[in-house]
């Protein structure tokens, strides 16, 4: 018996507008709305729409089918504000019941890392924020970018979650198998769920690769390789971002006959079966333990934090922002917080990263820097104006302040 069990990622930051130097002090406004709008619109009309379109077809044709969603709280947010058909067309997923959604962070930060009050304050909030929109209460956690070790299982074991999804990593593994449920070191009752990375990567990276040995990916290959895991496994976690449906994947590649196939071509096997992260953990008991200190994530070979922290640019600009922190809240200014916890989106992070690892080519597709630096000065600029509205003692921009100049650039390297 295998346990096909889909998860998609849904996020979109807020991305910040060109901040300068000469700003700072006098606009507040960070945030590029008209770029926001753009790309929420093109994705939704490439992706969120015909892809919740086909799933629900797919849903209504084949009664065993099931899935979920993790959809970010920003995400959330610029649908109810400037695409509420998506929104729309996610409840009509939900409402057929055999969609699950998880609970992550609501804007899709590092908070774990730096501040785990902080952590805590955003995981309530999307918990709230899924509630009050979709009428669900999450039972499984995932983590921004799959970041996870022993001790963030513990803890959000401690918030009352049954599940948490995290990467297969071979070496975290060791001579295990990724398609079973496990149990973290250190916790009592709450289950692991590991992606089969390189089954969900065959979609998600090389769907479309014409280098690739196995081009094309038709779907009765693929439902071959996931059948020759029964008997070698219980669970098949397919993780991926769900822009891997008409946007990292366009539309003339085949990608949506792919999936619209698939379900259809897995149950012709008697062994298997769709189930969602809640019921494949009520399912089947954990096999191991696994032992995981140090935090990995989903990205690049290494599997580690240096894609958001791995250089001196980042870890500035990072230990900054939650150097405000208590300052911020004293303020009790709300929108301010909201700016704050804005700029904590691991996108940002992201854009300011020099090396070179081949996943990443997918999350630079929206990158609106010419370069890692240039992203760093923009958010440099911003966290001085956030400074001076701190100072100030309200959200409103007061005084001068002086901008990230480029030899602070490089004694940030």
Avoid at 67 to 77: A, R
Avoid at 123 to 134: A, G, S
Avoid at 165 to 192: C, H, M, Q
Avoid at 327 to 356: A, E, G, N
């Amino acid at each position: 018996m295998v346990s096909v069990c889909f998860y998609f990622q849904v996020h979109q930051p807020f991305r910040m507008r060109k901040y300068s130097i000469f700003e700072i002090g006098k606009k507040d406004d960070y945030f590029d709305d008209e770029k926001n709008i753009e790309v929420l619109r093109k994705v939704a009309r490439k992706c969120y729409l015909p892809a919740n379109s086909l799933m629900l077809e797919l849903l209504e044709s084949h009664p065993e089918f099931k899935i979920s969603y993790s959809l970010s709280g920003v995400f959330i947010e610029q649908c109810e504000k400037w695409a509420p058909e998506v929104i729309e067309s996610f409840r009509k997923l939900v409402a057929t019941g055999r969609v699950e959604l998880l609970t992550e962070t609501y804007y899709h930060s590092l908070s774990y890392i730096f501040s785990k009050e902080e952590f805590r304050e955003q995981v309530m909030l999307h918990r709230k924020k899924i509630k009050e929109v979709f009428g669900c209460e999450p039972k499984i956690f995932r983590n921004t970018e799959l970041i996870y070790n022993n001790e963030i299982a513990n803890f959000v074991e401690s918030m009352g979650f049954k599940g948490i999804i995290a990467e297969g990593w071979d070496p975290i593994l060791g001579w295990r198998s990724a398609n079973f449920v496990y149990r973290p070191k250190t916790t009592k009752s709450i289950r692991l769920l590991m992606k089969n990375y390189k089954l969900s990567d065959d979609i998600a990276f090389r769907f479309s690769n014409r280098g690739w040995e196995e081009w094309p990916l038709t779907t009765d290959k693929f439902c071959q390789w996931v059948n020759s895991y029964n008997g070698n496994g219980e669970c098949i976690n397919l993780f991926m971002d769900y822009e891997t449906f008409g946007e990292h994947q366009w539309e003339d590649t085949g990608i949506f006959e792919f999936m619209r196939h698939l379900p259809g071509e897995l149950l012709k096997h008697p062994d298997n079966n769709f189930k969602t992260p809640s019921e494949v953990i009520d399912t089947y008991e954990p096999k191991d333990e696994i032992d995981c200190h140090s935090m990995i994530s989903w990205a690049d070979i290494e599997r580690d934090l240096s894609a958001w922290l791995g250089n001196r640019i980042q870890q500035s600009s990072a230990s900054r922002l939650y150097s405000l922190e208590k300052d911020i809240k004293k303020t009790d200014d709300s929108r301010l917080l909201d700016d704050w916890r804005k700029l904590q989106t691991s996108d940002h992070f992201y854009y300011m990263c020099t090396k070179w690892f081949n996943d990443g080519d997918v999350h630079k597709y929206f990158n609106p820097y010419d370069s890692p630096y240039d992203s760093f000065i923009n958010f440099m600029n911003v966290i001085n104006d956030v400074v001076l509205r701190i100072k100030s003692g309200h959200g409103k921009s007061s005084g001068t302040a002086s901008g990230v100049k480029g030899s602070e650039v490089g004694k940030a390297l």
